[in-house]
């Protein structure tokens, strides 16, 4: 058998070729049976594919196809696929960008296709809840919520978070609060500052908020999920207060502190329906542009918060609705 794994998240891709690696060697085998090459290297490939297995009854080949691999490349492995040796595992890694190559329309018909596309926020909370599960550990669905707005689809970043949480919870469920002081509470204060700054329209002090947030090596997409994540809070926090919730229940609904909850109550009023509506969409615009590479990341979000400090600054819950 052998396989192609395509798609753009470089964690899924690392774990299909874990996943195939022990489906046909143990470790011990995989010592002198693994190989892995980059597209570049035709010659070491061929050679590798071509030996018989030592002291063991498959040998694996993993190939990390380049973007510019071309039809020199494809052509060999094409060739090789007609003719392929059954002590042989053929394992191509590549992202999506691979599709475009004239000949990868042969590859599906010889190869089992393995797809690793980013997952969607839903079956990102998905997975988390599961990696939890899977580990004797539980996790609330509001904290897996939180972790899909402040890492992104970045599945590698995640599973460093989910790691630190699993050490940090000690067989504690692991909420909201957990995750905000795991992942950083010094960004989240900055974040406050920043949303501060915006509503009160003050472009100089949210773009020195952005580079301590820079400074602290915080990528544009974690910066982009704070603000998507701050966002539903308030949202979820007007919804509370219309209900005529206080802030000590409104703190034991959402599971962090009095204090925290304090904090975002004084801020959501200055949030009309149509203001938290329109900073969703600039958001998910924003999140868009930098996904598809319409914009530059770091741009994107300058130009996200430029326009955020445009907007008009109204106050009371639904104000203006």
């Known amino acids: 058998m052998n396989y192609l794994i395509i798609g753009d998240d470089e964690y899924i891709r690392a774990s299909e070729i874990s996943k195939i690696r022990d489906k046909y060697i143990s470790p011990k085998e995989a010592e002198l049976n693994f190989s892995v090459f980059s597209s570049d290297n ?37 060739a090789y696929l007609k003719r392929s040796m059954e002590t042989s595992v053929l394992v191509l890694t590549c992202d999506n960008a691979f599709k475009d190559s004239a000949n990868y329309g042969k590859l599906p018909k010889e190869m089992q296709i393995i797809k690793a596309d980013r997952p969607d926020a839903e079956s990102m909370k998905k997975w988390i809840i599961g990696y939890f599960k899977k580990n004797g550990a539980d996790i609330s669905r509001e904290a897996a919520e939180l972790i899909t707005c402040l890492k992104g689809d970045d599945t590698s970043g995640i599973k460093t978070e989910l790691d630190k949480l699993l050490n940090f919870a000690s067989g504690e469920k692991i ?67 219309s209900k005529g919730m206080g802030i000590d229940r409104i703190a034991a609904e959402m599971k962090y502190s009095p204090f925290f909850v304090k904090k975002l109550y004084d801020q959501a009023k200055k949030y009309s329906k149509k203001k938290i509506e329109r900073w969703t969409l600039l958001v998910l615009e924003t999140d868009k542009d930098i996904k598809t590479g319409k914009k530059e990341a770091n741009m994107a979000i300058e130009m996200l918060i430029v326009n955020l400090v445009k907007e008009p600054r109204m106050s009371g819950y639904y104000a203006g609705s």
């Open 42 to 78: 035709i010659d070491a490939i061929m050679d590798s594919l071509e030996t018989v297995p030592f002291l063991a009854s498959k040998r694996v080949t993993v190939v990390k196809v380049d973007k510019g691999a071309g039809d020199v490349f494809l052509n060999a492995i094409y």
């Open 175 to 241: 909420e909201t609060s957990h995750v905000e002081k795991i992942v950083g509470r010094t960004v989240t204060d900055n974040i406050f500052k920043l949303v501060d700054a915006i509503n009160a329209g003050d472009a100089d002090w949210a773009f020195r908020i952005l580079k301590d947030l820079y400074d602290q090596k915080k990528q544009s997409f974690e910066i982009l999920g704070y603000l998507g994540w701050h966002i539903k809070m308030v949202q979820n926090m007007v919804l509370y207060s």
